[in-house]
């Protein structure tokens, strides 16, 4: 196990009903204008905008609302926020939603306090050093967002998706809220259950040696996954299932399961190349077609981990004589998890050719300057191989 610092200190607020202490909690806090940041329209259409802003003028809380994040959020609007906050005098942003709405206000919030334009800080050539307070109210169990201290958005000129991390970052509060998740349609249910998959999985394959308790606890919330998502893919109000997503989907993503582990987001970073050029492309759904091709370019290079997930997480039985047979039984058992729940496994059900390969992988090793370091290292022509094993 290597040294780790952790550090999670967003304050969750999880269960039934607690969206409706939002207004309660936010004067706590002692703030008393906020910024109302939401998506789309789904919460105005389920009915909880509607409650969210009646907690808030019964808490006296002032709000100025500002909708219109779109899947794959964008830097436009987060610098249409930014003069908002700044002509409104806000004191701390209340995001609504999942983690494109997340993402933009924690954008938001850092570049309310910088001179410059906050593609900076997606681009790593400044870091944040101060930033509004957010606070969440979740609706969406994927992206891990609620405690994480990543924020990813998208620059149109261009079309570059890009995250960047940051203790600024961390949610004050987040409050979650499994019945919000009912009305999620089955499509952007299973990409959140690819996305809490693979922020553990991305970690579980780690270069790190001897990381058993680590990797032990990994397994136990993936395979919780796995059957939740499967309940609540049968039936959307299934409040344990529902439950269980959420929860996991927070611990995922908050470091608890890379504690002690190098930590390399290839998949990750493959796939923003994807949504971030296709605007189309769900992000779960990106994943769900990228990791299985990974895998089948990776799998030889650590046949022992590979068969340790086939045998622990999917039940496949060991071959001591062709460990590959297992390795694969597990990359198999993996895929065909991701079409019992509806999603892709191929680029060609998103409708995509290999015409941008080639531009993909450029973008992916930000234009020759880096490269992914994994069981093999994974420059520009390891790239497009696995690119084009999605195929
Ligand atoms: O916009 P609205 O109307 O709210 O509709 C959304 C959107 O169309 C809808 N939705 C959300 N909650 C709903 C609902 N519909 C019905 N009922 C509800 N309760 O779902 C659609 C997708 O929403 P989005 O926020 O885009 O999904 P998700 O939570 O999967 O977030 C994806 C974004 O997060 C980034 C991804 O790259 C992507 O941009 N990620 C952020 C991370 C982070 N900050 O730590 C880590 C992740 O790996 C990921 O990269
Ligand atoms: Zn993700």
């Not at 050029?277 to 091709?293: E, N, Q, R, T």
């Not at 997480?313 to 590959?324: K, R, S």
């Amino acid at each position: 196990m290597n040294n780790f610092t952790f550090y999670t200190p967003t304050k969750i607020f999880f269960g039934k009903g607690e969206h409706r202490r939002v207004g309660e909690i936010i004067k706590n806090y002692g703030f008393h204008k906020i910024l109302l940041h939401f998506g789309g329209g789904s919460i105005k259409k389920n009915g909880l905008y509607q409650e969210v802003t009646e907690s808030l003028q019964q808490a006296g809380i002032s709000f100025v609302p500002f909708g219109g994040v779109e899947p794959n959020p964008k830097l436009s609007l987060v610098k249409k926020g930014i003069e908002l906050c700044r002509r409104e005098s806000i004191e701390m942003i209340l995001a609504v939603g999942g983690g494109s709405v997340l993402d933009s206000a924690k954008v938001i919030a850092c570049g309310v306090k910088c001179d410059f334009d906050p593609w900076a800080f997606s681009l790593k050539k400044k870091a944040p050093k101060d930033a509004l307070k957010v606070g969440t109210i979740l609706t969406l169990s994927a992206s891990g967002s609620e405690m994480s201290s990543s924020a990813v958005i998208t620059n149109e000129e261009g079309w570059l998706k890009r995250g960047f991390n940051s203790e600024y970052n961390r949610p004050l509060f987040s409050i979650c809220n499994p019945e919000l998740t009912y009305t999620v349609d089955k499509f952007q249910t299973g990409c959140g259950i690819v996305d809490i998959m693979m922020h553990t999985l991305e970690r579980y394959f780690s270069v790190t040696e001897d990381t058993e308790m680590t990797d032990r606890i990994a397994e136990g919330l993936i395979k919780s996954v796995i059957a939740a998502g499967e309940r609540a893919i049968k039936n959307p109000e299934d409040y344990e299932a529902r439950a269980a997503l959420m929860w996991a989907g927070s611990l995922s993503h908050n470091d608890l399961t890379g504690a002690g582990k190098e930590v390399m987001m290839r998949c990750h970073q493959l796939e923003h190349e994807l949504s971030g050029m296709y605007d189309f492309v769900a992000h779960g759904a990106g994943l769900s077609v990228i990791f299985p091709a990974w895998m089948k370019f990776m799998y030889k290079n650590r046949l022992d981990k590979f068969c340790q997930y086939a045998v622990r997480i999917w039940n496949c039985e060991l071959d001591y004589a062709h460990p590959e047979q297992t390795a694969l039984a597990g990359i198999q058992a993996t895929e065909g998890y991701f079409q019992s729940i509806g999603m892709p496994t191929r680029l060609s059900q998103l409708h995509i050719d290999d015409s941008k390969f080639e531009e993909m992988a450029e973008k992916c090793t930000f234009f020759g300057k880096r490269v992914l370091n994994d069981y093999v290292t994974i420059g520009k022509k390891e790239m497009i191989e696995i690119y084009q094993l999605c195929q």
